[in-house]
C-alpha cells in the first residue's frame, strides 16, 4: 500500500471519528435534560444563607518577595507549604503564622508544590521540568538550606502540577507541558507508568493539573490546555478512562467531589464545571455573566470543594474568590470583596483537611488563612 494510500485511509478514518463523536455528543445532549440547579429548584430547594462574617480572614502570611503560585496543607492541618517566583519554598504554621522552613530552590521558576501524607516532605516543580524532594528532617547545609533529597527528572515540559497519592508517601504523580502524567516511586525516582504521550487517548496540549481520588487513589483526573478533563486508573496506563469535553478554553484546574463520584474544573472560558465520572455527563455549569470585551473575562486559575461539597471555592484572575452553592449554582460570597481581600489575581486555594479553613495564595505575594466565623457550622 502507498503512502497517498495511507494517508487517504487515515484522512476518512479520521473524519468517521469525528462523525462518530459529533453524534455522540448530540444522543448525549438529548439525555441531559436538566442540570442539577434545575432540578434543585424544582423540588423547592434554595441556596445556602451565606454571607461576610460567615467566612472570615484571619490570617495573611507574609514573607514571599515575589507572586504565589502554588499552596498545599497538610493532612494535619496546621501547616501550609507554598511556592513563589522569589524561588522560595517556605513552610508556615496556619496557626500564628509563622514560618518553620524557607527552601532556596536550584530554579527559581517554581509552579506547583505539594505536602507528603506524612507532612515529612515536600515536593516542587516547575520550568526545569523537574520535580524536586525536600525531606524537612534533613540537616541544612552552611549557607543554611535544606539539600534536595531527591529529584524526579523524565518530563520532556514544565511541570506544572504535583501530588502526592494519599496514605502513599512514596508514590507521585505530576503534570506536564510535555502532555504527559507520570506516576513515581519516590524512593527510587523512577517512573513507574505514563499516562498519555504516544497513546492516541491521551491529552493534545500541555496538563496543567491533576487530583486524586481520596476515596479510591488509583483513580486521579487530570486538566488540559486542550480544553478537556481526563479520567485515568493508574493500573491502565495505556488510555484514559473517559474525556470530559464542554469548556471552551484550557482546563485550569480539577478537583474530585468529596465522594469520589464526580469531579469539578475550572478553566480559561471563566466557568467551573462538575462532572459525574460514571455517566461521563456534565451536571453542572457555575458562571457568572461578565459585561465588556471577551479578552477580559476573568479567568478561573483555582477550585476547591468543602468537606460536605455543598460550597465550591474558586480563585479568579481578577482577584475574586466566588464562594458557590453546588446544589444552586449560585454564588452566595465573594472573598475578593472582603475585608482584607487580596490586591492581584488569585492563583491558588485549598481547604484544610477538616474543612475548617480555606487558605487562598495570589500574585500581591501573600497568602490568606479564612475561617468560619463566629457560630457558623462548618459545611
Not at 442539577?36 to 423547592?44: D, I, L, M, R, T
Not at 484572575?317 to 454564588?331: F, I
Amino acid at each position: 500500500m502507498s503512502v497517498a494510500e495511507l494517508k487517504e485511509r487515515h484522512i476518512a478514518a479520521t473524519a468517521t471519528v469525528n462523525s462518530l463523536r459529533e453524534r455522540l455528543k448530540q444522543r448525549r445532549q438529548l439525555l441531559l435534560d436538566t442540570d442539577v440547579a434545575a432540578f434543585a429548584k424544582s423540588q423547592g430547594r434554595s441556596a445556602i444563607s451565606f454571607n461576610s462574617t460567615d467566612l472570615i480572614c484571619c490570617r495573611t502570611l507574609q514573607g514571599h518577595t515575589g507572586k504565589v503560585y502554588s499552596l498545599d496543607w497538610t493532612p494535619e492541618r496546621n501547616r501550609i507549604v507554598s511556592a513563589s517566583q522569589d524561588g522560595r519554598l517556605i513552610v508556615w504554621n496556619a496557626l500564628t503564622s509563622q514560618k518553620t522552613h524557607a527552601i532556596k530552590l536550584q530554579c527559581p521558576w517554581v509552579m506547583t508544590c505539594a505536602f507528603a501524607p506524612n507532612g515529612q516532605s515536600v515536593a516542587c516543580g516547575g520550568l526545569d521540568s523537574a520535580c524536586s524532594i525536600f525531606n524537612l528532617n534533613s540537616q541544612v547545609d552552611r549557607d543554611g538550606n535544606i539539600p534536595v533529597s531527591r529529584i524526579l527528572t523524565g518530563h520532556k515540559g514544565y511541570v506544572y502540577s504535583c501530588q502526592y497519592v494519599p496514605d502513599q508517601e512514596t508514590r507521585l504523580i505530576t503534570s506536564s507541558g510535555d502532555q504527559t502524567c507520570v506516576l513515581w516511586d519516590v524512593t527510587t525516582g523512577q517512573r513507574i507508568s505514563v499516562f498519555g504521550g504516544e497513546f492516541p487517548s491521551g491529552h493534545t496540549a500541555d496538563v496543567l493539573s491533576v487530583s486524586i481520588n481520596s476515596s479510591n487513589s488509583n483513580m486521579f483526573v487530570s486538566g488540559s490546555c486542550d480544553m478537556t478533563a481526563r479520567l485515568w486508573d493508574t493500573r491502565i496506563a495505556s488510555r484514559a478512562v473517559g474525556t470530559y469535553h464542554g469548556h471552551q478554553g484550557d482546563v485550569n484546574t480539577v478537583k474530585f467531589f468529596p465522594d469520589g463520584q464526580r469531579f469539578g474544573t475550572g478553566s480559561d472560558d471563566s466557568t467551573c464545571r462538575l462532572y459525574d465520572m460514571r455517566t461521563g455527563h456534565q451536571l453542572q455549569v457555575y458562571s457568572q455573566q461578565h459585561e465588556g470585551d471577551d479578552n477580559d473575562v476573568p479567568i478561573v486559575t483555582s477550585i476547591a470543594f468543602s468537606i460536605s461539597g455543598r460550597l465550591l471555592f474558586a480563585g479568579y484572575s481578577s482577584g475574586d474568590c466566588y464562594v458557590w452553592d453546588t446544589l444552586m449554582a449560585e454564588v452566595v460570597l465573594n472573598l475578593g470583596t472582603s475585608q482584607n481581600s487580596h490586591e492581584a489575581r488569585i492563583s491558588c486555594l485549598g481547604l484544610s483537611s477538616d474543612g475548617s479553613a480555606l487558605c487562598t495564595g495570589s500574585w500581591d505575594k501573600n497568602l490568606k488563612i479564612w475561617a468560619f466565623g463566629g457560630h457558623r457550622k462548618v459545611i
